[in-house]
């Protein structure tokens, strides 16, 4: 049982958060006292409270907080992709992390420094205690929500994948907003209960930001209109909503190979663009619901598209009789208001000349302007039937959007949308060496959810429904693991399997059987014929693409990167030091600005040396961090004959970040 002294802190703690958030306009005054409540009824931290009730976002929490602690701060989602040596997490004992609500994520050797994530960053005794137990000179604290905090002990020092899983930050929020199940239903303050009230805008000052691996968190997004709280909080979703759109929609288009993941790809994209405008979360998810859901029910001979509506009188026609389909089919759902004025006015044009009302410019819905972008741009770039009669480049798609921007597409949107892609594109070809997979079943519901759990792991995905469209696959010689159901009739896998093995192509390509088949001698069958791994179905996604990635990492050899070159306007250079970072990438990144000309030095994806002007080390990556306009150049080929710089590329970019926002950059 707790003692009264840690009692009386407890509470002491949370009124003074919810003080901060009252002075910041995040809380109304009369809304405290239902907070505290709350807060003393379900035993949580007072941050959790305000989160899961919808009265404050994890983002302007947390900039509130950091505003107040003095400290930078990580998002939920940041610290899920975070990955923790195991020698950071050997200076801070699993038991005591635990128990004082800290988890190490850097140490900076030259200044003998540990960076901690804590939801307690004001509170020094405990950082005094860590910095003891750690034998650390200084101890750095970053700001999390302590759900996160809870989660990443558990990811870092036991391995659990899902520790994150109950901290998806959309899923509440996109149940409010989209299934509008509790709408009107406002509980004042005086019955116990918390109410979501709207919060007020605010101007709010420039934060810092932090820039450590996987840490790093760019301004918070506006914040959105809270929705009203049940009477007692549901319980937490077991899925995302929006995951569960992707594979059903990702399954009825899964008969179309034109059009195979097409929605998926474009609500992707609908949700780079969107969060690159700093959209509120409730925002940004109904912008992407209505990417998920913009061709239900127009399965007809035409693919419709903002750009081929333009140009063909047939689309437009088709387009005039569907657009408000997708509504209609899924108003049972209450769908959100702006997810459904996204899909019925995405054939609206921004000269005015479009359908179904005519509107013209700002009066079109942002979010029917975001996904007529989107889904032309995963039309041209996917589908060979395309205006073009060919699949276009990243390149050549933004171009076909800017020569109609300003009569088919918003102007701005096209343009920030081009940054965004292009700035994507070189990152992969940064990287340029995604493996490919070929899944090789004929069921689509088998292939659809380890599809999608392959590609947010890097890889790109083909899929063949027969031996036959999967040799045709294997003859371009771009594959670099096969996962393959026995079940392939007409043709038996352990057939198709000895027919790939006799193809130049096929012969030395690693190969997974994931089969429901379980008769006892087809695994030895499979592995005389030189299979890697047999694996019987059911198996998790995720367990099963981690297994995967391992046995290639052991098997295939890593591919030849080429020279890549762009501009620092696409994709700015702490972005560049964080994907060649993460990529472990080596190689010689020439800069060449108006002002003058530079190199950086990676080994491995450390930097170990920077050149500018009479400038070496690390006060010359200070120097060229600041860059924005000019260009870069990748010479993969490089090898670094000497380290200069001994701190790691997370406190680089975290030293150089914060030079930069205290105006220090040379």
């Known amino acids: 049982m707790p003692s009264v002294a840690k009692t009386a802190a407890f509470a002491a703690k949370t009124k003074r958060v919810c003080d901060y958030l009252v002075k910041e306009r995040l809380l109304k005054p009369e809304q405290v006292d239902a907070v505290i409540t709350q807060v003393q009824r379900a ?69 003998h420094s540990l960076t901690v994530v804590t ?78 009230m709207r919060a007020e805008p605010k101007t709010r000052s420039r934060e810092r930001v932090l820039s450590e691996k996987d840490l790093a968190q760019g301004p918070a997004p506006a914040r959105p209109t809270a929705v009203p709280a049940p009477p007692a909080p549901p319980p937490a979703p077991r899925g995302d909503p929006l995951e569960l759109l992707n594979v059903l929609v990702s399954l009825l288009e ?101 359908l179904p009302n005519g509107i013209a410019g700002k009066d079109i819905p942002l979010g029917a302007r975001v996904v007529a972008i989107c889904d032309t741009y995963a039309d041209l770039t996917q589908n060979p039937r395309n205006p073009f009669r060919k699949a276009l480049t990243p390149q050549e798609a933004c171009d076909a959007l800017v020569g109609r921007a300003e009569t088919v597409f918003d102007p701005n949107l096209v343009d920030l949308f081009r940054h965004t892609m292009l700035g994507e594109d070189l990152k992969a070809r940064l990287l340029a060496n995604r493996p490919q997979a070929l899944l090789v079943d004929a069921d689509p519901e088998e292939t659809t959810v380890l599809e999608l759990r392959l590609i947010e792991q890097g890889f790109i995905v083909e899929i063949a429904r027969s031996p036959e469209q999967a040799l045709k696959v294997l003859e371009k010689g771009d594959t670099d693991l096969v996962v393959s159901e026995l079940d392939l009739p007409p043709q038996d896998g352990l057939a198709f399997l000895a027919e790939a093995r006799k193809t130049p192509a096929g012969k030395e390509v690693p190969w997974v059987v994931y089969t429901r088949r379980q008769e006892r001698n087809l695994a030895q069958k499979a592995f005389d014929l030189g299979v890697l791994d047999f694996v019987n179905k059911p198996a998790h996604a995720d367990v099963l693409v981690a297994k995967l990635k391992a046995l290639l990492d052991l098997r295939a050899p890593p591919r030849l990167s080429r020279g890549v070159s762009g501009q620092l306007r696409e994709l700015g250079l702490p972005d560049m030091v964080q994907v060649l970072f993460h990529g472990r990438k080596s190689g010689n990144l020439k800069i060449r600005a108006p002002h003058g000309a530079g190199e950086i030095h990676f080994a491995e994806g450390n930097v170990v040396n920077a050149l500018w002007g009479e400038m070496r080390g690390e006060e010359a990556f200070f120097a060229m961090l600041k860059l924005t306009d000019g260009e870069f150049g990748l010479d993969p080929t490089f090898q670094a004959t000497a380290r200069v710089i001994d701190q790691s590329s997370e406190a680089l970019l975290l030293e150089g970040m914060r030079r930069m926002d205290e105006g220090l950059a040379g």
Do not use: W
Request: net charge negative.
């Open 43 to 111: 035993g949580e931290r007072v941050e959790e409270v305000v989160i899961q009730h919808g009265l404050v976002s994890e983002a302007d929490l947390l900039k509130a907080l950091s505003t107040q602690y003095q400290v930078y701060f990580a998002s939920s989602e940041k610290l899920a992709k975070a990955e923790v040596a195991r020698a950071m997490l050997d200076m801070v004992p699993h038991r005591f992390a635990e128990k004082i609500g800290v988890c190490p994520v850097v140490f900076d050797a030259k200044s």
């Open 119 to 196: 939801a307690d960053p004001d509170d020094l005794e405990a950082l005094q205690e860590v910095q003891i137990a750690s034998g650390a000179r200084e101890i750095k604290a970053v700001l999390a929500r302590p759900a996160a905090v809870k989660a990443l002990i558990g990811k870092a020092y036991l391995g659990d994948i899902h520790a994150f899983a109950l901290l998806d930050r959309q899923a509440h929020a996109h149940l409010q907003s989209m299934l509008d199940v509790y709408q009107g239903n406002v509980l004042q303050p005086d019955s116990g209960e918390l109410t979501a």
């Open 254 to 354: 899964s008969t179309r190979p034109d059009l195979r993941g097409h929605s998926s790809q474009v609500a992707r994209l609908a949700r780079r663009v969107a969060e690159s405008m700093g959209l509120a979360p409730a925002n940004v998810e109904a912008i992407v619901a209505a990417a998920y859901i913009h061709d239900l029910g127009k399965m007809g001979q035409y693919h419709l598209t903002a750009y081929n509506c333009a140009e063909y009188d047939g689309h437009k026609l088709a387009a005039q009789k569907t657009c408000s389909i997708p509504g209609r089919l899924l108003e049972p759902v209450h769908l959100s208001p702006d997810t459904i004025a996204a899909t019925a006015s995405m054939y609206e044009r921004y000269d005015g000349k479009g």
